[in-house]
Each structure stands twice: as structure tokens, then as C-alpha cells.
């Protein structure tokens, strides 16, 4: 099994681009994290954080990494995995993505997240809170992106790339 982990803040296209860059990688297939979640929980993300809070949710999300490798390594499967923004800020997640994939942090600039994030803000649970969208993402940002890095075996720019761009960006770094 060959496991390809999409990493970066929200907003960043990490769903957008593992769904085309699947499509490139013969034998690929593409696995949204949050979504995998919301099956299992049957429950939805905002749901979960609400109910559960942050910290039951980054278990959450470090359990449904273990399975999912579990799965796609006894059934031979490659995959690209699309996580969440904050999964690598749990250290059994960051554990499982640097022993079972090749991580790409996807990076993005602030004003890049700002203009796609604004249209969903009201939607994602860690930009709630008292401050404006951009002190909000600056904030997070200045925690996790160490995290991004250290788990990155390549980081692509994405400000003004297309998701297709990006995927044949992607592509042609791993032939």
C-alpha cells in the first residue's frame, strides 16, 4: 500500500486537489478524512466538535487514520488522503502519517485563506471565536504550520494555482 497525505490549513484545497490528483495516479484511490469521519461518527464535523469538543475530535481523527491505513494496507490499496486542517496537531496522527504516508503540506498565504475561507467561515468550528477571520487563521496558522513542515516530504505553494495545477504539480514531483 502507497499512501499519499494531503496536509495544510483549511481552506487550502486539500479536497479539491486529492480528488483530481487520485484521478492522475493509476490504481489511486482518494479519501476525504473528514468525510470518512462523518460516516463513522454518523454525525457531522461541526456536530462532533460541538458534542464532543477539540480534543475527542483529533482522537477521533487519529483513530480513522489507523483504520484507514489498517484497511488499505490488508487490501493493497493506494490512496490519497485528504486531512483535516488541525489533524497534525495530535501526536499519534503526525505518528501514523510519517510511518504509513508521503506528506504534502499544501501552503497557502493568509490573504489566499482569508478570501476562501470567508464564504464558510460561519461553518468551520475553529474559526469561531471573538476575533476578526484573520487574526483568527493568523493565529492557528502560527501553531500549526511548524507541524505542516515537519511532517512534509514537499510543501507546494498554492496561491493562484488551479486544483488541477496543483494535482500535475504534484504528480510530476513524486514520478
Same mark, same amino acid.
Given at each position: 500500500?502507497?499512501?499519499?497525505?494531503? +496536509?495544510?490549513?483549511?481552506? #487550502?484545497?486539500?479536497? /479539491?486537489?486529492?480528488?483530481?490528483?487520485?484521478?492522475?495516479?493509476?490504481? @489511486?484511490?482518494?479519501?476525504?478524512?473528514?468525510? %470518512?469521519?462523518?460516516?463513522?461518527?454518523?454525525?457531522?464535523?461541526?456536530?462532533? @466538535?460541538?458534542?464532543?469538543?477539540?480534543? =475527542? %475530535?483529533?482522537?477521533?481523527?487519529?483513530?480513522?487514520?489507523?483504520?484507514? %491505513?489498517?484497511?488499505?494496507?490488508?487490501?493493497?490499496?493506494? #490512496?490519497?488522503? /485528504?486531512?483535516?486542517?488541525? +489533524?497534525?496537531?495530535?501526536?499519534?496522527?503526525?505518528?501514523?502519517?510519517?510511518?504509513? =504516508?508521503? #506528506?504534502? $503540506?499544501?501552503? =497557502?498565504?493568509?490573504? +489566499?485563506?482569508?478570501?476562501?475561507?470567508?464564504? &464558510?467561515?460561519?461553518?468551520?468550528?475553529?474559526?469561531?471565536?471573538?476575533?476578526?477571520?484573520?487574526?483568527?487563521?493568523? +493565529?492557528?496558522?502560527?501553531?500549526?504550520?511548524?507541524? $505542516?513542515?515537519?511532517?512534509?516530504?514537499?510543501?507546494?505553494?498554492?496561491?493562484?494555482? /488551479?486544483? &488541477?495545477?496543483?494535482?500535475?504539480?504534484?504528480?510530476?514531483?513524486?514520478?
Amino acid at each position: 500500500m502507497r499512501a499519499i497525505a494531503l +496536509t495544510g490549513f483549511m481552506g #487550502c484545497g486539500k479536497s /479539491s486537489v486529492g480528488s483530481v490528483l487520485a484521478d492522475l495516479l493509476p490504481g @489511486f484511490e482518494w479519501i476525504d478524512l473528514d468525510r %470518512f469521519i462523518e460516516e463513522t461518527q454518523e454525525k457531522t464535523i461541526p456536530e462532533l @466538535f460541538r458534542e464532543e469538543g477539540e480534543t =475527542a %475530535f483529533r482522537e477521533m481523527e487519529a483513530e480513522a487514520l489507523d483504520t484507514i %491505513f489498517m484497511i488499505n494496507h490488508d487490501l493493497d490499496r493506494d #490512496c490519497v488522503l /485528504s486531512l483535516g486542517g488541525g +489533524t497534525v496537531t495530535h501526536p499519534d496522527s503526525r505518528s501514523l502519517l510519517r510511518q504509513h =504516508a508521503r #506528506c504534502i $503540506y499544501l501552503r =497557502a498565504s493568509v490573504e +489566499t485563506l482569508v478570501t476562501n475561507l470567508r464564504p &464558510e467561515a460561519a461553518s468551520r468550528p475553529m474559526l469561531q471565536g471573538g476575533s476578526s477571520l484573520r487574526a483568527r487563521i493568523e +493565529t492557528l496558522l502560527e501553531q500549526r504550520e511548524p507541524l $505542516y513542515e515537519s511532517i512534509a516530504e514537499l510543501i507546494i505553494d498554492i496561491d493562484g494555482k /488551479s486544483s &488541477e495545477g496543483i494535482a500535475r504539480e504534484i504528480r510530476d514531483l513524486l514520478r
